[in-house]
């Protein structure tokens, strides 16, 4: 593809005769699996060929209901009263539950929402279990994470989760959970619960006592039933600035606790005196990881005058070299776009970029003829006012300007209602302490970008929301601190 016109990669897909989709799921409710109460279900896709995966049950108020109600008993009953240390050991079994199914995880997490096997495999699953085994380890020692307090459970906690990171983000919102003492109702993403509802099947295999953990798979609607529901003591939702902005009113004046974990629009800036290849495997990395749908995505590239011309050259090189297409193709470095609805959000960004007269760059590749795809696109010069430069994309779509000095790039970075994440490529330590502390963003990379770890906090300034999760400090969130 791109530009080698002699020849190709041959595919090297990987095998699915490991994995088993069943045709039709339940909710994993108090330990069981049960059919909805209404009886109705919705249909999951594959994004890189809109073939139906499964059918999945749509939990409505009712189901919701039942599911705070066995979070409620086995949070009274069990869980808050049993030690950490038996805690952590149930959590420990789960990490090692999921290295153990790994393949069958990465596999169905690249069938469901359109992702590049190499990143569900190499990426999101080890983080999964990296996630599970850094909070077990937490279990018994919260008394000193916190000294001279009195750490306590909440109690039932909702989570609500989007279709980006679908395994990952329920191992984010599950493990400081369960650790800290509390129990669970998740949602899965509409576009992707199969990951959540495989991972019921080992929280049951791994023996959980019955209602830990419980998952109800639906639409908005059972999102809102679970904020709405009165016997929740916290949400902690991961979405759009436009979900949590509702979630925010729906809360307000209730007892219930609230984190959120909003959009981005982080600036990823290179000095002249960066090492260049590195940085552009950085900024492709930016912002083509995961198709950009990446709150933390890099969308918005800085580039200092002096070395834009030869940055920009390098660039397009290097994308002409990116493989877009069937996401199970170990060789595939840009996969499915998650769904229609953000595939046509993505193309009126696109056409909108062409409109305002900006200058694109995208590689000559034919995409697959079924599915959902985008090619990986840069617009260059883009002004600070455009739209471009403004709103969160959420797609492989590069906003690029140039700067002279180091205050000029910082006023730039920070103007925007986001703060989620930056990134900064210099030679220079002192250069990128001084970014660090000025740009207002919750995570600041330093030559690299979109790295992440279980022991280090990750949340936003603004609009990207508030609390922070992973690390000591996401272990705040899921605890009264007397
Ligand atoms: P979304 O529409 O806000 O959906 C997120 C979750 O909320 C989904 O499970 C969704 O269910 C549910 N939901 C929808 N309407 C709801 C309502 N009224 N009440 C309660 N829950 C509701 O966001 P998205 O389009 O799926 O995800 C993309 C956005 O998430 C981007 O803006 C991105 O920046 C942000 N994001 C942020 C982070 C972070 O860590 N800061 C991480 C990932 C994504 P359905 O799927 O069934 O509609
Ligand atoms: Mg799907």
Known sequence: MGNQTNWNWDPAPESTDHVKIKEQYQLFIGGRFVKPANGEYFETVNPANEKVLAKVALADAADVDKAVKAARKAYSNVWSKMSGAERGKYIFRLARLIQERAREFAVIESLDGGKPIRESRDVDIPLVSAHFFYHAGWADKLEYAFPNKKPSPIGVVGQIIPWNFPLLMAAWKIA?????????????????????????????DAGFPDGVVNIVTGDGGTGEAIVNHPGIDKIAFTGSTEVGKKIIRATAGTNKKLTLELGGKAANIVFEDAALDQAVDGIVEGIYFNQGHVCCAGSRLFVQEGIAEKLFRRLKHRINQLIVGDPLDKNTDIGAINSKGQLKTIQAYIKQGKKEGLEMFQPEIALPKKGYWCAPTLFFDVAQSSVLAKEEIFGPVLAIQTFRTVDEVIAKA????????????????????????????????ANTYNKFDPTSPFGGYKESGFGREGGVHGLEAYLNLN
């Open 176 to 204: 400081p959970a369960l650790a800290c003492g509390n129990t669970v109702v998740l949602k899965p993403a509409e576009s992707t619960p199969l990951t959540a509802l495989k991972l019921a099947e080992v929280i049951k």
């Open 414 to 445: 920070n103007n925007t209602p986001y703060g989620l994440s930056a990134g900064v490529w210099t030679d220079k330590g002192s250069k990128v302490f001084n970014l660090t502390s000025q740009l207002k963003a919750g995570v600041v990379w």
